[in-house]
């Protein structure tokens, strides 16, 4: 079965700072996707960012970016000159292998809380 | 752009009631899900279904039975309702061409049982 583990519950840093955060994964495939989603405090979940397996490069979208770290089967997740609106809950989530192409089925991590201050 | 609507907002229930709660979307997309949210912990796939009339059990399917009446709408039921039972059920959808596709999240309903 797939595991996504977020060991980090939360961090607290200073606004415009750098926020890093972790997500290790297991899974048997070849090929796989991995997947960031914020959830504000209003309860909304949002798709951030995304890093397909077969990619050396890191992924990137605006000031979030990924450290993908294939032989660690880890995927953190960076946060450049943060705001105030930064603060969230931010869940990683990796793609089951599915039997047909259909659908998405994901496994998510249990989230890293981050609270950006004044 | 599109929209996930969720239904009811607040759902409180008795033990062993019956709870039925409802999602649409107009995105078009053709696989939709449901997720069950607990405090501290992540997002568990409930029921999935990758097109009209289509149902895939996630996860956490044991105690839940789920719909697709149309390609628009999906709706899942509580079969019987937990004493003490607090968490937050998440309708989403995502095209179903792509391995990839990020998948769209309502804005929940916030199930109490009493």
């Known amino acids: 079965a797939q595991k996504v583990t977020q060991t980090q519950t939360s961090i607290s840093v200073v606004e415009k700072t750098t926020v890093t955060m972790d997500c290790v994964y297991e899974t048997r495939d070849s090929s796989y996707f991995l997947f960031w989603y914020k959830q504000t405090a209003s309860g909304e979940i949002v798709f951030l960012i995304r890093?397909?397996?077969?990619?050396?490069e890191n992924a990137t979208v605006g000031h979030y970016s990924l450290n993908f770290q294939k032989p660690k089967s880890s995927i953190g997740l960076i946060i450049t000159a943060t705001q105030i609106e930064d603060s969230a809950v931010y869940f990683c989530a990796m793609r089951d292998y599915m039997t047909n192409s259909a659908g998405n089925k994901l496994t998510f991590g249990i989230g890293t809380r981050v609270l950006v201050r004044p | 752009g599109g929209i996930i609507t969720q239904t009811p907002k607040f759902l409180i229930g008795q033990e062993g009631q019956k709870l039925t709660l409802k999602c649409q979307q107009n995105f078009n997309h053709d696989t939709m899900y449901w997720y069950r949210q607990d405090s501290g912990k992540g997002l568990r796939l409930i029921y999935y279904s990758i097109t009209e009339n289509d149902l895939q059990k996630g996860d956490l399917s044991e105690g839940y039975d789920a719909s697709r009446e149309k390609k628009s709408s999906f709706s899942l039921t509580v079969t019987s309702a937990q004493k003490n039972e607090m968490a937050v059920f998440l309708c989403?959808?995502?095209?179903?061409?792509?391995?990839?596709?990020?998948?769209?999240f309502g804005p929940g309903t916030r199930l109490t049982v009493l």
């Open positions: 989403a959808s995502s095209i179903a061409r792509d391995n990839y596709a990020e998948q769209f």
């Open positions: 890093q397909d397996s077969y990619k050396k």
